[in-house]
């Protein structure tokens, strides 16, 4: 069964500085997709970045990127220059052949200003 | 455009009271699907459908019943509702066949089963 770990469950950063949060998943598949998602306070789920498995070149959304390093199996989001509103959960989620989205426990991110 | 909508908002039942969470979306997308989150576990597969008539069970789907009689609407029904299912539910949306494509999400229903 495929799997999504996020090991950190809260993180913290000050304000202006760069954070990164962690994802590992287990698969046996080859072609898939991965998504960071990002909650707010307000519970709407808000994409924040996707990568697809077959594309060497790391994602990258503004201020958000990710290292995408598939032989590791892992899938790691960077904020840079944090601001007040990127305090949220953040879930790594993994789609593959089966058009289902299988989502990690989450971490919760606080800014400190 | 009203994306996924989700009504109620809030609802508290008590066990063994029944009621249906209603999620239709205005996108013409083929696929829904329905997620309980739950402190420290993510967000789970309850049930999810790729068309009208056809559904299929997620991960967590005992409790919950499903149906799809059109494009636009996807009611989950709580036959015999449980304390474990205190929960907050969202229904999500998306194009089938483009896996690289977001799903959309509701704003959310936050169940209380006492």
């Known amino acids: 069964a495929q799997t999504v770990t996020q090991s950190q469950p809260e993180m913290s950063v000050q304000e202006a500085e760069t954070v990164t949060l962690s994802c590992t998943y287990d698969?046996?598949?080859?072609?898939?997709?991965l998504f960071w998602y990002k909650q707010p306070p307000s519970r709407q789920m808000i994409l924040v970045i996707r990568?697809?498995?077959?594309?060497?070149q790391n994602a990258t959304e503004n201020r958000f990127s990710v290292n995408f390093q598939k032989a590791a199996k892992s899938f790691s989001l960077k904020i840079s220059d944090s601001q007040l509103g990127d305090a949220a959960m953040y879930f790594c989620?993994?789609?593959?052949?089966?058009?289902?989205?299988?989502f990690g426990t989450g971490t919760r991110l606080t800014i400190i200003p | 455009n009203a994306g996924v909508t989700q009504t109620p908002k809030f609802q508290v039942l008590k066990t063994g009271q029944s009621m249906t969470l209603q999620c239709a979306q205005d996108?013409?997308?083929?696929?829904m699907s329905w997620y309980r989150q739950d402190p420290g576990m993510g967000l789970r597969l309850i049930h999810y459908?790729?068309?009208?008539?056809?559904?299929d069970q997620g991960e967590v789907p005992n409790g919950y019943n499903v149906s799809r009689s059109t494009t636009e609407d996807f009611p989950l029904r709580l036959l015999s509702a449980a304390p474990s299912q205190t929960s907050v539910y969202f229904c999500?949306?998306?194009?089938?066949?483009?896996?690289?494509?977001?799903?959309?999400f509701g704003p959310g229903t936050r169940l209380t089963v006492l």
């Open positions: 999500a949306s998306r194009r089938l066949g483009d896996r690289s494509d977001t799903q959309y």
């Open positions: 698969t046996s598949e080859s072609d898939y997709y």
């Open positions: 990568q697809e498995a077959y594309k060497q």
């Open positions: 989620a993994y789609n593959f052949g089966n058009e289902k989205l299988t």
């Open positions: 996108m013409n997308h083929e696929y």
């Open positions: 459908s790729v068309g009208a008539g056809i559904t």
